[in-house]
């Protein structure tokens, strides 16, 4: 084989990219020379306790008054898994919500944390 893929050969393998136990995207690049790689996000609905929580989040940014800071909308909307809200706030259903709200996310700087701000 001479560590070559047969012509008309396709494998599909799912590695994690999130820290800290998950491969960098540079490291598997680097395993697999000359292969193509893509992202991957699962599809279908998320389950249901993951739902009923991303819901929770998209009510807490809609009733929020002005600007609200990421630890401000997790801490207020009860979710208590780092990891778990940074993936929910950037899933498709998210910040689709967002956007109907006229939500943006501005980055912040050293002197504040970034925000969700009604956008103007």
């Not at 008309?8 to 598997?28: A, D, F, M, V």
């Not at 739902?51 to 998209?58: A, F, G, T």
């Not at 929020?64 to 909308?73: C, F, N, Q, S």
């Not at 993936?87 to 980055?107: D, N, T, V, W, Y």
Request: net charge positive; hydrophobic share 30%; proline share 8%.
């Amino acid at each position: 084989m001479e560590n070559k893929c047969p012509e008309g050969c396709t494998l599909h393998i799912i590695y994690s990219t999130h820290k800290p136990n998950g491969l960098p995207q540079e490291l598997l690049n680097e395993i697999f020379r000359n292969a193509t790689i893509h992202d991957w996000q699962p599809l279908g609905e998320p389950s249901p306790k993951r739902r009923v929580s991303l819901n929770r989040v998209i009510q807490t940014l809609a009733e929020a008054k002005g600007d609200v800071t990421m630890p401000e909308l997790q801490r207020k909307a009860g979710v208590r898994d780092r990891a778990q809200f940074k993936r929910m706030i950037k899933s498709a259903p998210f910040l689709s919500a967002a956007q109907q709200m006229g939500r943006k996310f501005s980055e912040g700087d050293n002197t504040k944390p970034g925000a969700w701000s009604v956008r103007t």
